[in-house]
């Protein structure tokens, strides 16, 4: 069975330029949840997808970040403009609905290393 | 990895040893307390789960100590091996919700 995927593995980019991240979860899987570490940081939360449904995104910063899920299977996030504080590294993650499996086990993926120069 | 430029505190122990990982969390909240792996290159792994009306659950080769009074959380590998080399996280799970509030890991370092 295929894991979480993240594209791209890496990116770099300027202040003040545009980046869009993409998530693909497990085949199947309802819950998709994206978090980040910061340089120097704990891994936080940003938000959680159930299906196309944003069900919590208290963890956005800010409204540079824009996060999608048309059609209920990858994701993207999108910060625009992109500034220095962003740098870090963002993962995604997945999890089935029902009652199967442990429920807190989130499948991650690699993550995206962002950098913004 | 990811980890470069973060300060991380360490445990170093030899193979065949036992480690022990703790962690202290804030939330007395959480109905939840969960311990994740990440290797390098890697996203972060589930190892094992705790409820917050249990002290103790067993794995294998792991055992999650909860200790709501302190409110301290371990994790305790047995014959610790090179491939357990990682960092260790732990994380609360808000009661109904599912978002995981993830401690700053611990860097376990297993030698030969």
């Known amino acids: 069975e295929a894991g979480v995927t993240q594209f791209p593995s890496h990116s770099v980019i300027e202040k003040g330029q545009t980046v869009t991240l993409r998530c693909d979860p497990i085949?199947?899987?309802?819950?998709l949840y994206w978090y980040r570490r910061v340089m120097g940081k704990e891994i936080k939360f940003l938000l959680h997808?159930?299906?196309?449904?944003?069900?919590?995104e208290s963890g956005m910063p800010n409204n540079r970040f824009l996060a999608e899920r048309t059609g209920g299977t990858y994701s993207t996030l999108k910060v625009q403009p992109a500034e220095l504080e962003d740098s870090g590294v963002y993962f995604c993650?997945?999890?089935?609905?029902?009652?199967?499996?442990?429920?807190?086990?989130?499948?991650f993926g690699p993550g995206t290393r962002l950098t913004v120069l | 990895g990811e980890s470069v430029g973060l300060h991380l505190p360490t445990l170093s122990v030899q193979e065949g040893d036992n480690s022990i990982i703790n962690c202290a969390y804030s939330?007395?909240?959480?109905?939840?307390f969960i311990w994740y792996k990440q290797e390098s290159g890697k996203g972060p792994q589930f190892i094992i789960d705790?409820?917050?009306?249990?002290d103790k659950r067993q794995g294998q080769r792991v055992t999650v100590l909860l200790n709501k009074t302190v409110k301290h959380l371990s994790l305790q590998i047995a014959a610790t091996q090179p491939g357990d080399s990682a960092v260790y996280f732990c994380?609360?799970?808000?009661?109904?919700?599912?978002?995981?509030?993830f401690g700053t890991g611990t860097r376990l370092l297993v030698s030969p």
């Open positions: 993650a997945s999890r089935p609905s029902g009652s199967g499996g442990a429920p807190n086990e989130q499948f």
């Open positions: 085949s199947g899987h309802d819950n």
């Open positions: 997808f159930v299906k196309e449904s944003k069900q919590d």
């Open positions: 939330n007395s909240a959480s109905d939840y």
């Open positions: 705790i409820r917050s009306n249990m």
């Open positions: 994380a609360e799970r808000g009661g109904g919700f599912q978002k995981l509030v």
